[in-house]
Structures are given as structure tokens and as C-alpha cells.
């Protein structure tokens, strides 16, 4: 059984490893675009 706080942590590190993935993929494009 999942509770609130545990669907509460995985969301919010799940949030968090998306826009970090998507910053990197964005600093590794315009890096390269050069």
C-alpha cells in the first residue's frame, strides 16, 4: 500500500530528475551547437 507522503517523495523526486534531465540535455545541445 502506497501512503500520501511516499507518493508525495516520489513525485517531487521524480519532478526534480525530469527538469534536471531536461537542463542537462539543454546545456549539452547548446554546448555542442557551436
Known amino acids: 500500500m502506497i501512503t500520501d507522503v511516499q507518493l508525495a517523495i ?4 521524480l519532478g526534480v530528475t525530469l527538469f534536471f534531465l531536461v537542463f542537462l540535455f539543454h546545456y549539452i545541445n547548446a554546448n555542442y551547437s557551436r
Open 10 to 13: 516520489f513525485s517531487n523526486i
